[in-house]
Structure formats: structure tokens, C-alpha cells
């Protein structure tokens, strides 16, 4: 009898396991959280600094009808020099280390001409300094919109105490330095997952069931 009874303990487990649905994703960033579409017209919650090899390098919010998503997306000119570089931030960005340790960044970007144009983007975990490199070593743009993403784990999550996403864009091209480039950025989203739950209840419920069952024999 007390096999039958463990045997449908384990069967119900296994039920919820299947049922339960994982806790959906947190936004830490996207076009209603800390403008990461640029929606609001301007570069608010964003911060243009180490302009690297660039003489007059900008970030310009712009409207022309080309954003992949929504009215707005930023424009990057970089400016003579040797491979002019624009670094783009999020700083001290808020989050809840409870809803899991696991990331996931995405932005489109592209390039006004053909070029050398590259990007890379890496999430900071401020507090242990850890650095996720989300889109890692250069990847090049083209002149059509792109999607770009990683992932990542930040570890130890429980003492960061906030995070901080930096986009570089270079461009790496062998013309003279009085040449300027132009590189577009938008809809930039941060998600934040935590573990699942369900395959616990699974694993332990099959456990239950099948070890009953070795057990009656």
C-alpha cells in the first residue's frame, strides 16, 4: 500500500513540475525603463564619455524614419584620429538581486556607409567589479539594422550593489583622419532571469516514483 501511496506522491510532483510555470523575466532596461529606445527624444539615463582618438565626436538622438522600432534612435559620429572610438553608458542601475543572477543584453545597431565599424557591449556588476563581456571581442555592423545579444551570470550577486552597461563603438578604418563616421544604436534591453523552478519538482518527483518502483521489486 505505501508503495501506491509515494508512487502517486511522486506521479503529483511530477504534475506541478509540468504546471508550474517559470517565474517570467525582469526588465531592468528597455524602452519605457531608463530609455534604452531613446523614446524620450534625448540621451536622458545615458552617459557619452572616453571619446578615444576623436576630435568632435556626438551622440545625437535622432528622428528620420529609420529607427528599427519606435519615432527615435541615437545617432554616434566619430571624428578623425586613429580608430575613433565612442563608449556609451548606463550607470548605477538599480536592480533586485532575488529576481536571479542570470542576464541577457540586447541593442540593434548599424552603420550609416560601409566601413570598419565594430561594436562590442559588456555588463559591470558594481561591488565585486565583475565584467560579463555581453557581445564579445568586435563585432562588425553593417549598413541594415542588426540585433546584437548576450548572456551571462553574475556571481556572488548578493553583494553587488548595482550594475552599469558600457557600449563601445570603433571605427576602425585606414582613411585619413579628417574622415568622420557614422555608427546608429537602439532599443537597448537588459533582462534579468532566475533559475527555474519546475525542474526541481520534476527531478524529484520522478526520483520518488521510480525509486518506489525499484523497491517493489
Known amino acids: 500500500m505505501n508503495w501506491r501511496i509515494n508512487t502517486l506522491a511522486g506521479a503529483l510532483l511530477m504534475a506541478a513540475g509540468m504546471v ?33 582618438g576623436g576630435d568632435d565626436s556626438t551622440a545625437t538622438v535622432i528622428s528620420d524614419g529609420t529607427a528599427p522600432d519606435g519615432d527615435y534612435h541615437l545617432e554616434l559620429y566619430k571624428l578623425g584620429g586613429n580608430a575613433p572610438t565612442i563608449q556609451i553608458y548606463h550607470h548605477n542601475i538599480a536592480f533586485d538581486p532575488s529576481n536571479g543572477d542570470e542576464f541577457t543584453l540586447s541593442f540593434d545597431a548599424a552603420m550609416a556607409e560601409v566601413g570598419y565599424d565594430r561594436i562590442r557591449a559588456e555588463l559591470k556588476a558594481n561591488g565585486t567589479n565583475q565584467i560579463i563581456q555581453m557581445v564579445p571581442g568586435w563585432a562588425a555592423l553593417d549598413t541594415e ?16 550593489t548595482s550594475l552599469e552597461v558600457k557600449i563601445v563603438v570603433e571605427s576602425n578604418s585606414p582613411t ?5 563616421y557614422t555608427s546608429y544604436l537602439d532599443n537597448l534591453v537588459v533582462t534579468q532571469t532566475p533559475e527555474p523552478a519546475t525542474l526541481g519538482l520534476l527531478g524529484l518527483g520522478a526520483l520518488l516514483t521510480f525509486g518506489r518502483r525499484a523497491n517493489r521489486r
Open 20 to 52: 508550474v510555470p517559470a517565474q517570467a523575466a525582469t526588465v531592468v532596461i528597455d524602452s519605457s525603463t531608463r530609455n534604452g529606445s531613446f523614446e524620450t527624444g534625448d540621451t536622458s539615463d545615458w552617459s557619452l564619455i572616453n571619446m578615444f
Open 176 to 180: 585619413s583622419s579628417d574622415v568622420g
Open 145 to 160: 539594422w542588426a540585433n546584437y545579444s548576450g548572456s551571462g551570470t553574475i556571481d556572488n550577486i548578493e553583494l553587488v
